[in-house]
């Protein structure tokens, strides 16, 4: 901002006398004034005030200090600018040396120190010896011995001031002698500006980001400028609420994001950083808590002081939306995998004690599967009965028992259970299986749904292990659905466990088993010692690491060669599995021989029987294809996005131009194709580009035309049949020979191609266009679903292509309705409504230009006696061919020919006076006496009346209309056949 707005005067700065310059407060001068002060005090550490310093070289006008001589002792870059020097060359000069001859400098300046206060204007001797005429404010012993003066030129607009008026040229364009100025450049400036404006507003309205700009000052403070439209669709208020109210944005932002995310951006930007990026939860305005993803630029602004932040914000949620169910599945299959383990290894299990057994497993099954409840049915074969032998209630944290169930009163679950693998009822209450349960059983606990699994020993169910879910349906997910198997499995070997010698050896069975799984398992399994060394590899983690697992086992990872970056995240996991002995998460990324992989593993203590933790269990998942998987299905998010634009694109406007544009630019965009274009083919085969999108570094195909067929026949009927193709190496493509030549110059490698189709009214058809991409710097393997997204665009534009038909049908049936509706039905010369609008525009126009207009009424004579002779269609007859015959004669583009009335006939003729309405009234009788209509007995006649005028702002056109129906009137009473000229101008006032 200016020290001082140009249309305010100067201001005495406030002075500080010697004797108060030691005061507390002394100093205390507002704004600029106060910098100035500062500067040009004794104290180095004034004078190494930043801010002061700054603040003293931004302001606009010229600053200097001088001291008790007259002596320049500090002057600012205005200063310097207005007196023609640099400040080394200007410190130590006088007022003196400044002031024009003729000027007693001495007697001012002495003037100046006694008064302490001085204003006004003076010439200003400039180095090079030009005059200036400054305006200035002083004071003196602003600070002790220290005077300031503040400086202005007003040179430029004291010479304006003076100019004559007749510099100022007058106005031709009313004739009034307007004085003005040209301003053509500007308006140009203006216009040029206001397009840049709308351009700049039509990509902020449609960008799908919030861009917001703001500042930020060294104490934390910050100031909105400029919210975009578009704000509103990410954050859910309108522009104007966020700018109006600074802080509805931070009230709405999570509280712990809030300290955890946006106060570190902050700092980092006060701290220099200007390039930032963060992901935070924002509660929108319609409740619900959005993902949002700030992308912002700093810089630093010194005028203002403060940093200037630029941020494009766009919602997240979908993708954190992904990641959160991926993570989560990942993290399902990892809780079982790592709870079958450690079932494996617990003691109770083959301890012989059964019923600690089982409350143990239905207790891990119900946590680790996150369900309501899971129970133990024991099948007691002579009753056909099944017995609860224990229940978890996961929510109520204890265990229960429930009452029998009879194969005679369920008798189609009991079968299902003897010949199905498993039972996964969502809808326990519509399974067929499981409904009988419904009212007896299901509706007094609340189930909803049931994952019931047989036990067998030696193929004989002896009993079944129950999952519930209640008060809310629950699908069974595959991987549940296993697990839980595998625990019937379980239960079943500990059922047939019947004493410890059985216990143990079942034990060493298990445990080979599970030497099984690790052995055969692709997930790497090993087990590690307190001094990280391997005591157990499984055949994964030897493959992998394309080595032997005796050549691994003994060793640590430094043993092994892996950097220290892998080995301190991994020793430092361990340790807290060891120390804390709970299991631990590592997700990690390792370069290995096989190439660079990325694994989710769990780190599980196993405990001695003292309690101790010894050993550690790890498992890793090789999770880099899931990890590609994500990001392919965040692509095809991204493709399923722009084909909802390109479709909304297509609802939201009819004009197919604009639907083409917008349709290359995204395919181009989301397939980061080098160009995507739009050829368009005629009847005959030939074609033309008309729409193209590509990438700088390539050559243009827009408006290429092809004159000749450029496919062959059975090409052609390939595309009419829908038909989408990939070219992978353009050089083999059989049906392009004819275009060898376009891909050279072109520089197409690859491409892919999609036919547009137009319905025909026989069912088929026609190929209206291409929708085309191409890969030009290298070939390219397009794939599959990339060429079902280009081919599901191309229908998308055959559909717009549909809509701009019907609307081009629709505004042709308009123009044909408004055609009908200004003509006369009979005669086809326009009727008496389109003559009344035709009359008041011609009068306006004539009036404009001042020039003739001209209205001539005619009337067959005799019409009503010719009527009754001939008949109504002889007379209709006559009008037609009446009309006819004046049509013949008033043609010019500008003439207006109307039916009046009955048989009365009107004509409007601009820009000609009465002689030449009377040629071309003479020409209609001529016309009409050439008519062969019942001449011998009855020939046709008209009567014509003529009126002529200038229309100006005191007239009307009824004015005139009265005159030429006067003279039409005269023409009849004086024996028809004649016309009759309107005496005087109708249009000039008495």
Same mark, same amino acid.
């Given at each position: 901002?200016?020290?001082?707005?140009?249309?305010?005067?100067?201001?005495?700065?406030?002075?500080?006398?010697?004797?108060?310059?030691?005061?507390?407060?002394?100093?205390?001068?507002?704004?600029?004034?106060?910098?100035?002060?500062?500067?040009?005090?004794?104290?180095?550490?004034?004078?190494?005030?930043?801010?002061?310093?700054?603040?003293?070289?931004?302001?606009?006008?010229?600053?200097?200090?001088?001291?008790?001589?007259?002596?320049?002792?500090?002057?600012?870059?205005?200063?310097?600018?207005?007196?023609?020097?640099?400040?080394?060359?200007?410190?130590?000069?006088?007022?003196?040396?400044?002031?024009?001859?003729?000027?007693?400098?001495?007697?001012?300046?002495?003037?100046?120190?006694?008064?302490?206060?001085?204003?006004?204007?003076?010439?200003?001797?400039?180095?090079?010896?030009?005059?200036?005429?400054?305006?200035?404010?002083?004071?003196?012993?602003?600070?002790?011995?220290?005077?300031?003066?503040?400086?202005?030129?007003?040179?430029?607009?004291?010479?304006?001031?003076?100019?004559?008026?007749?510099?100022?040229?007058?106005?031709?364009?009313?004739?009034?002698?307007?004085?003005?100025?040209?301003?053509?450049?500007?308006?140009?400036?203006?216009?040029?500006?206001?397009?840049?404006?709308?351009?700049?507003?039509?990509?902020?309205?449609?960008?799908?980001?919030?861009?917001?700009?703001?500042?930020?000052?060294?104490?934390?403070?910050? /100031?909105?400028?400029?919210? %975009?439209?578009?704000? =509103? !669709?990410?954050? +859910?208020?309108? &522009?104007? *609420? $966020?700018?109006?109210?600074?802080?509805?944005?931070?009230?709405?932002?999570?509280?712990?994001?809030?300290?955890?995310?946006?106060?570190?951006?902050?700092?980092?930007?006060?701290?220099?950083?200007?390039?930032?990026?963060?992901?935070?939860?924002?509660?929108?305005?319609?409740?619900?808590?959005?993902?949002?993803?700030?992308?912002?630029?700093?810089?630093?602004?010194?005028?203002?002081?403060?940093?200037?932040?630029?941020?494009?914000?766009?919602?997240?949620?979908?993708?954190?939306?992904?990641?959160?169910?991926?993570?989560?599945?990942?993290?399902?299959?990892?809780?079982?995998?790592? /709870?079958?383990?450690?079932? %494996?290894?617990?003691? =109770? !299990?083959?301890? +012989?004690?059964? &019923?600690? *057994? $089982?409350?143990?497993?239905?207790?891990?099954?119900?946590?680790?599967?996150?369900?309501?409840?899971?129970?133990?049915?024991?099948?007691?074969?002579?009753?056909?009965?099944?017995?609860?032998?224990?229940?978890?209630?996961?929510?109520?944290?204890?265990?229960?028992?429930?009452?029998?169930?009879?194969?005679?009163?369920?008798?189609?679950?009991?079968?299902?259970?003897?010949?199905?693998?498993?039972?996964?009822?969502?809808?326990?209450?519509?399974?067929?299986?499981?409904?009988?349960?419904?009212?007896?059983?299901?509706?007094?606990?609340?189930?909803?749904?049931?994952?019931?699994?047989?036990?067998?020993?030696?193929?004989?169910?002896?009993?079944? !292990?129950?999952?519930?879910?209640?008060?809310?349906?629950?699908?069974?997910?595959?991987?549940?659905?296993?697990?839980?198997?595998?625990?019937?499995?379980?239960?079943?070997?500990?059922?047939?466990?019947?004493?410890?010698?059985?216990?143990?050896?079942?034990?060493?069975?298990?445990?080979?088993?599970?030497?099984?799984?690790?052995?055969?398992?692709?997930?790497?399994?090993?087990?590690?010692?307190?001094?990280?060394?391997?005591?157990?590899?499984?055949?994964?983690?030897?493959?992998?690491?394309?080595?032997?697992?005796?050549?691994?086992?003994?060793?640590?990872?430094?043993?092994?060669?892996?950097?220290?970056?892998?080995?301190?995240?991994?020793?430092?996991?361990?340790?807290?599995?060891?120390?804390?002995?709970?299991?631990?998460?590592?997700?990690?990324?390792?370069?290995?021989?096989?190439?660079?992989?990325?694994?989710?593993?769990?780190?599980?203590?196993?405990?001695?029987?003292?309690?101790?933790?010894?050993?550690?269990?790890?498992?890793?998942?090789?999770?880099?294809?899931?990890?590609?998987?994500?990001?392919?299905?965040?692509?095809?998010?991204?493709?399923?996005?722009?084909?909802?634009?390109?479709?909304?694109?297509?609802?939201?406007?009819?004009?197919?131009?604009?639907?083409?544009?917008?349709?290359?630019?995204?395919?181009?965009?989301?397939?980061?194709?080098?160009?995507?274009?739009?050829?368009?083919?005629?009847?005959?085969?030939?074609?033309?580009?008309?729409?193209?999108?590509?990438?700088?570094?390539?050559?243009?195909?827009?408006?290429?035309?092809?004159?000749?067929?450029?496919?062959?026949?059975?090409?052609?009927?390939?595309?009419?049949?829908?038909?989408?193709?990939?070219?992978?190496?353009?050089?083999?493509?059989?049906?392009?020979?004819?275009?060898?030549?376009?891909?050279?110059?072109?520089?197409?490698?690859?491409?892919?191609?999609?036919?547009?189709?137009?319905?025909?009214?026989?069912?088929?058809?026609?190929?209206?266009?291409?929708?085309?991409?191409?890969?030009?710097?290298?070939?390219?393997?397009?794939?599959?679903?990339?060429?079902?997204?280009?081919?599901?665009?191309?229908?998308?534009?055959?559909?717009?292509?549909?809509?701009?038909?019907?609307?081009?049908?629709?505004?042709?049936?308009?123009?044909?309705?408004?055609?009908?509706?200004?003509?006369?039905?009979?005669?086809?010369?326009?009727?008496?409504?389109?003559?009344?609008?035709?009359?008041?525009?011609?009068?306006?126009?004539?009036?404009?230009?001042?020039?003739?207009?001209?209205?001539?009424?005619?009337?067959?004579?005799?019409?009503?006696?010719?009527?009754?002779?001939?008949?109504?269609?002889?007379?209709?007859?006559?009008?037609?061919?009446?009309?006819?015959?004046?049509?013949?004669?008033?043609?010019?583009?500008?003439?207006?020919?109307?039916?009046?009335?009955?048989?009365?006939?009107?004509?409007?003729?601009?820009?000609?006076?009465?002689?030449?309405?009377?040629?071309?009234?003479?020409?209609?009788?001529?016309?009409?006496?050439?008519?062969?209509?019942?001449?011998?007995?009855?020939?046709?006649?008209?009567?014509?009346?003529?009126?002529?005028?200038?229309?100006?702002?005191?007239?009307?056109?009824?004015?005139?209309?009265?005159?030429?129906?006067?003279?039409?009137?005269?023409?009849?009473?004086?024996?028809?056949?004649?016309?009759?000229?309107?005496?005087?101008?109708?249009?000039?006032?008495?």
């Amino acid at each position: 901002m200016p020290a001082f707005p140009q249309d305010d005067p100067l201001e005495y700065p406030t002075p500080v006398t010697p004797e108060h310059a030691g005061t507390p407060g002394a100093d205390a001068a507002v704004g600029p004034e106060k910098a100035v002060a500062s500067l040009a005090g004794a104290t180095p550490e004034i004078l190494s005030d930043r801010p002061f310093q700054a603040l003293f070289e931004v302001v606009l006008d010229a600053i200097v200090i001088a001291d008790d001589q007259g002596c320049y002792v500090a002057a600012n870059q205005a200063a310097c600018d207005l007196f023609g020097l640099v400040k080394a060359d200007l410190m130590g000069r006088t007022v003196k040396d400044f002031t024009p001859a003729g000027v007693d400098a001495d007697q001012a300046w002495n003037s100046f120190q006694r008064q302490g206060q001085a204003r006004g204007e003076f010439p200003l001797m400039r180095a090079d010896g030009t005059i200036r005429q400054v305006e200035y404010a002083a004071t003196a012993n602003f600070m002790p011995h220290r005077h300031l003066s503040i400086l202005r030129d007003v040179t430029d607009q004291r010479t304006l001031a003076q100019q004559p008026p007749q510099q100022l040229k007058p106005s031709h364009d009313h004739g009034r002698g307007v004085p003005h100025l040209d301003i053509t450049d500007r308006k140009r400036l203006v216009q040029h500006l206001e397009a840049s404006g709308e351009e700049l507003a039509s990509i902020l309205n449609n960008s799908p980001a919030s861009i917001v700009k703001y500042r930020l000052f060294a104490d934390g403070r910050s /100031a909105y400028d400029y919210y %975009s439209p578009k704000s =509103e !669709l990410i954050y +859910g208020y309108p &522009a104007e *609420a $966020l700018l109006n109210d600074p802080a509805l944005w931070q009230s709405r932002v999570l509280p712990e994001d809030l300290e955890a995310v946006i106060g570190p951006v902050i700092e980092a930007i006060l701290a220099g950083q200007t390039q930032l990026s963060a992901e935070y939860r924002f509660r929108h305005a319609d409740g619900s808590i959005r993902w949002i993803q700030e992308v912002a630029t700093a810089d630093w602004h010194q005028a203002q002081h403060c940093w200037t932040v630029i941020s494009v914000a766009t919602d997240i949620s979908d993708r954190k939306q992904l990641e959160t169910e991926a993570a989560q599945r990942n993290q399902q299959l990892q809780q079982q995998q790592f /709870a079958m383990l450690e079932l %494996s290894q617990r003691q =109770e !299990l083959y301890s +012989g004690d059964l &019923a600690m *057994a $089982l409350r143990s497993i239905t207790e891990t099954a119900a946590k680790t599967l996150q369900l309501d409840r899971v129970s133990v049915w024991w099948l007691q074969a002579e009753a056909q009965t099944l017995v609860c032998a224990d229940l978890f209630c996961r929510h109520q944290n204890r265990h229960l028992t429930l009452p029998s169930f009879r194969a005679a009163d369920y008798p189609i679950y009991f079968r299902a259970m003897e010949t199905h693998r498993i039972i996964a009822a969502d809808d326990a209450h519509q399974d067929p299986r499981t409904q009988e349960f419904s009212h007896a059983y299901l509706k007094s606990e609340g189930i909803i749904s049931m994952l019931d699994v047989p036990i067998r020993s030696e193929g004989r169910l002896i009993g079944v !292990l129950g999952f519930d879910q209640t008060h809310a349906p629950h699908q069974w997910r595959v991987e549940e659905q296993h697990f839980a198997i595998y625990l019937a499995s379980l239960v079943a070997l500990i059922k047939e466990v019947g004493d410890r010698r059985l216990v143990e050896k079942h034990l060493a069975q298990r445990e080979q088993e599970f030497r099984a799984l690790a052995e055969n398992t692709p997930d790497c399994i090993w087990r590690c010692d307190r001094q990280y060394r391997f005591l157990y590899v499984n055949p994964a983690v030897a493959s992998l690491n394309q080595m032997s697992q005796g050549a691994i086992l003994g060793k640590t990872l430094q043993d092994l060669g892996f950097p220290d970056s892998v080995t301190s995240r991994w020793q430092n996991a361990l340790e807290q599995a060891f120390t804390t002995g709970q299991a631990q998460t590592l997700d990690y990324t390792m370069v290995l021989p096989t190439g660079t992989r990325t694994f989710d593993s769990r780190i599980v203590p196993e405990f001695d029987g003292d309690g101790t933790v010894q050993t550690v269990l790890i498992v890793a998942r090789d999770i880099t294809d899931l990890r590609q998987a994500q990001e392919d299905f965040i692509y095809q998010a991204e493709r399923e996005r722009t084909l909802r634009l390109i479709t909304q694109h297509i609802r939201q406007t009819l004009h197919l131009d604009d639907i083409l544009e917008a349709a290359v630019t995204e395919i181009q965009q989301v397939f980061q194709a080098d160009r995507t274009l739009i050829f368009r083919l005629d009847s005959d085969h030939s074609g033309v580009v008309i729409k193209e999108a590509v990438r700088p570094a390539y050559p243009m195909t827009l408006e290429m035309r092809w004159q000749d067929e450029c496919f062959p026949p059975e090409c052609y009927a390939a595309y009419a049949q829908g038909m989408a193709r990939i070219v992978s190496d353009v050089a083999l493509d059989t049906w392009g020979e004819c275009l060898v030549d376009f891909m050279r110059d072109t520089q197409v490698q690859s491409k892919m191609v999609a036919p547009i189709l137009q319905g025909q009214a026989d069912g088929t058809n026609q190929v209206w266009g291409l929708l085309i991409t191409h890969a030009c710097a290298t070939p390219r393997q397009w794939q599959a679903e990339e060429l079902a997204l280009l081919q599901q665009v191309a229908e998308q534009l055959a559909i717009a292509l549909y809509q701009a038909e019907l609307h081009q049908q629709l505004q042709t049936a308009n123009q044909e309705l408004k055609r009908l509706s200004n003509t006369d039905a009979l005669t086809r010369v326009a009727n008496r409504r389109y003559f009344d609008h035709t009359l008041a525009q011609e009068w306006r126009r004539a009036q404009r230009q001042q020039a003739p207009l001209t209205l001539v009424l005619c009337d067959i004579d005799h019409f009503k006696q010719y009527n009754d002779t001939y008949g109504h269609p002889a007379g209709d007859e006559c009008l037609i061919a009446v009309a006819q015959a004046l049509q013949t004669c008033v043609n010019r583009a500008t003439d207006c020919l109307a039916r009046y009335g009955g048989e009365e006939f009107a004509m409007i003729l601009p820009q000609i006076d009465v002689q030449g309405a009377i040629a071309v009234v003479q020409n209609i009788q001529a016309a009409i006496a050439n008519l062969t209509l019942h001449q011998g007995t009855h020939p046709i006649t008209l009567s014509f009346g003529i009126a002529s005028t200038l229309p100006h702002q005191s007239s009307s056109p009824m004015a005139l209309i009265q005159q030429v129906d006067k003279a039409l009137y005269q023409a009849k009473q004086t024996g028809r056949d004649r016309f009759c000229v309107a005496p005087g101008d109708p249009g000039v006032s008495p």
